[in-house]
């Protein structure tokens, strides 16, 4: 084995090593392993064959010759990629040119399976961005949304910010216990969620509030979803142990369409909206006028 041969194989990473032409000079097992290919398949395999072969198992295939194409336009330029693969693998893919002194021979890309990191990520991701007990967006990933949208506003804009108060639940807490309440948040949650379209933003901000972002949403339009929802609990049978529970919601619904206001006031509104509901005897409707 060959002093460069030795250092292939003594990398964690995948590594193929091709000249001008697309001929491989040469590779590593790791790069075997990674791709699925039999022992010897690349000795004679030419490169349209090895690209049929790997297009095969990426879940985008056009994006990735795509991409090979555009690294090939630069010969000195370097690159690097994530890859899906279909079997569920994700791959980076780093390459750079092979010189010789200033003379560019081929070409180095290196490939490194990085699923478990990138799942660890989005996993922390999540936990940061949900609440544990309902799976609905927190309150931090909820203004940040509404944040966004804010930044986006105009006078044609029709958007709508809904807080929604649960109605006597802290009762429910007193007499039953936490754990009686926490399942019946989580039957809530899954209700109202089953309601809302995929790109609403439905949030548990807190205790037994939640917050419902609508964009392209009029007025008229967040009404009917608002009254939709108190009928649904009023509807649904909250069983939990053995025992039923009757619970409301009011809600305070209020329009995004100004560029002036900000994230503070539009919260404060919508809060403002609820407690109206209540104070009109709760499990209702009150929209905000300002």
């Known amino acids: 084995m060959s002093l460069q041969h030795a250092i292939l194989e003594a990398t964690a990473d995948g590594i193929l090593v091709v000249n001008t032409d697309g001929e491989i000079t040469s590779y590593n097992q790791q790069f075997i392993n ?8 690349l000795d004679w395999m030419n490169s349209n064959s090895r690209l049929a072969y790997v297009m095969k198992k990426v879940k985008e295939p056009e994006v990735f010759v795509s991409r090979i194409n555009e690294i090939h ?9 994530t890859i ?17 002194g200033d003379k560019v021979v081929g070409r180095v890309w290196s490939f490194r399976d990085v699923t478990e ?3 660890l990520s989005e996993k922390l991701s999540f ?10 967006v927190n309150r931090r990933e909820f203004e940040k949304r509404l944040v966004r949208l804010l930044s ?6 029709e958007h709508v910010m809904c807080y929604m108060d649960l109605d006597n639940f802290k009762q429910i807490n007193d007499v039953y216990g936490h754990i009686a309440g926490d399942g019946l948040l989580k039957k809530i949650s899954d209700l109202f969620q089953e309601q809302v379209r995929e790109r609403d933003t439905l949030a548990r901000l807190g205790g037994d509030e939640f917050g419902l972002i609508m964009e392209h949403c009029s007025i008229e339009q967040a009404d009917k979803v608002a009254n939709n929802f108190i009928r649904l609990l009023n509807e649904c049978e909250l069983k939990l142990e053995g025992k039923e529970f009757n619970v409301g919601v009011s809600i305070g619904i209020v ?9 503070l006031e539009v919260m404060k509104n919508a809060d403002v909206a609820c407690y109206a509901a209540k104070k009109s005897g709760r499990n209702c409707v009150q929209i905000s006028l300002d």
């Open 152 to 157: 986006s506003v105009d006078a044609k804009s």
């Open 255 to 263: 329009k995004i369409n100004d560029p002036r206001v900000g994230i």
């Open 127 to 136: 936990q940061a961005n949900h609440d544990p007990l309902t799976g609905l």
């Open 117 to 119: 990191k990138h799942n």
């Open 34 to 41: 990674l791709w699925g290919f039999a022992d010897k398949d």
């Open 84 to 100: 899906k693969r279909v079997n569920g693998r994700i791959l980076e893919r780093y390459s750079r040119p092979q010189k010789i």
């Open 73 to 81: 336009s630069d010969s000195n330029g370097n690159s690097f990629d």
